[in-house]
């Protein structure tokens, strides 16, 4: 990792021949094409990377906004199930040995898992350490029992903080005291066939709170609590939705998870394809689980590609069959479509999801299928 008087700060993959720069006092993140032999870049981009630039670190096991009822009256489907499960939180030494195989190689961790990572009972302990290993820590919260003490916290050690929508008042309760502690917010709003109507009002109206710095739009997706009759189909709506991006509102006030990207990919006129990543899963992110399991996506709640990091190294599980394998689902996916490079297929874990209007037609078919099975 290099800086040489930039405020980015460089990783040069060596084995897949290309560079990556993130700025840790903006989260501005570039890459490089694939280089040649004298580092010119040639255009194509590298498939994957020697080690994940960003970790998804599970340091909750359960979730006390889950567990309080709150979560579901809301009216959301938590796809870690946090309103019934509840396991151990991640311990301090299984975090820092995270942080201590990662430094040098990744730029910046997102701190989430089943719960709210500023309920862990070494929050601080947590955040400090990843700073003290030059790891900008992220991080997501419904905002359910935060106080001006973790606010200030997660204003002193993180990059940026999300908020997710459930429509109370310690929505916006959070979001003011994050605000004050001096951290940049964004909101996190589920996506999905309940939903849909609000997010068009959002930007139609231009309706997004003023301290927010941009609504992110996570594609809905059928795991744990999650139904597959809310999953979004690409429909008319749908196209309408993702079309309002080209708008200046849009493109100044909202932003998308990464399998939101066919969506955006056939919908809109004037994003630049270099702006976004199709799944990134296994090829340049990653998740780990309170206790200690590497998968390439924490949407795979069966943990088909698990590999424990009890028994290897995240080095060992980032080059592992298991991940192989599921890597290898993005690399042959709708081998004869002329945008494959820049959607990657679609989701590997839940092919439902993906708003694409070729696969329209048999996703509305296996649809009616499951549901009815």
Known sequence: MQSNNSPFIRISDTRFLFNSFFNPNTGEYLRTGILDAHEKDTGEDAFMSS???????????????GLSGKCIASGTHCYQSGASVKQQNMLLEDFKSIVDQSKGQVFQFALGGRGDP???????????????NGIVPNMTTSGYLLDEEKAALIGKYCGAAAVSWYRNDYTYRAIDLLCSAGIRVNLHFVLSRKTIDEA????????????????????YKPVGQASLEDVLSFDEKTKYFFSLIDTDYGLKKIGFDSCCVPGVLNSTHIVDPNCYDACEAGRFSAYVTPDMKFLPCSFDQSQQWAVSLKDSTLQQAWGSDAFESFRQHLRIACPDCTKRELCMGGCPIKPAITLCPDLN????????????N
């Open 51 to 65: 080690f994940p630039h960003l970790l998804d670190v599970g340091i909750m096991g359960h979730c006390s906004h």
């Open 118 to 132: 500023d309920q862990h009972e070494d929050f601080e302990q947590i955040l400090k350490y990843c700073r003290e």
């Open 200 to 219: 068009i009002g959002l930007i139609e109206n231009e309706q997004i709170y003023e301290k927010i710095n941009r609504v992110v739009f996570l594609l």
């Open 361 to 372: 037609q048999m996703k509305e078919v296996n649809e009616h299928n499951e549901i009815q």
